[in-house]
Nanobody, 121 residues
Framework: VQLQASGGGLVQAGGSLRLSCAASGRTFSRYVVGWFRQAPGKEREFVAAMTWDDNTYYADSVKGRFTISRDNAKNTVDLQMNSLKPEDTAVYYC????????????????WGQGTQVTVSS
């Protein structure tokens, strides 16, 4: 599976961005798809994930502000990010796999290249 993340950019605090992760080579529909982020000098951290049967999981820091969704027809998984804060600034990565340890990055098999999100104060 090849993953391509897009939609990052520069936004002011309180603004919104929508990230998209497109898959090629294999359908998303039977995988867990997750979003992770990595800020400079920090470890990669879990943001959100959706299972093949549409259960969703969020990090406490983004719950109520971010929404993950899947479009099986387009083979994409999006991350709608609202009420953005400067601390959301990071490179965001999408990942896919058959993991059962959804919040742990190393358990995912496939990764996109990352897209930069910068939130100014």
């Amino acid at each position: 599976v090849q993953l391509q993340a897009s939609g990052g950019g520069l936004v002011q605090a309180g603004g919104s961005l929508r990230l998209s992760c497109a898959a090629s080579g294999r359908t998303f529909s039977r995988y867990v798809v997750g979003w992770f982020r990595q800020a400079p000098g920090k470890e990669r951290e879990f943001v959100a994930a959706m299972t093949w049967d549409d259960n969703t999981y969020y990090a406490d820091s983004v719950k109520g502000r971010f929404t993950i969704s899947r479009d099986n027809a387009k083979n994409t998984v999006d991350l709608q990010m609202n009420s953005l804060k400067p601390e959301d600034t990071a490179v965001y990565y999408c990942a896919a796999g058959s993991t059962r340890v959804i919040r742990t990055a190393r358990t995912y098999d496939y990764w996109g290249q990352g897209t930069q999100v910068t939130v100014s104060s």
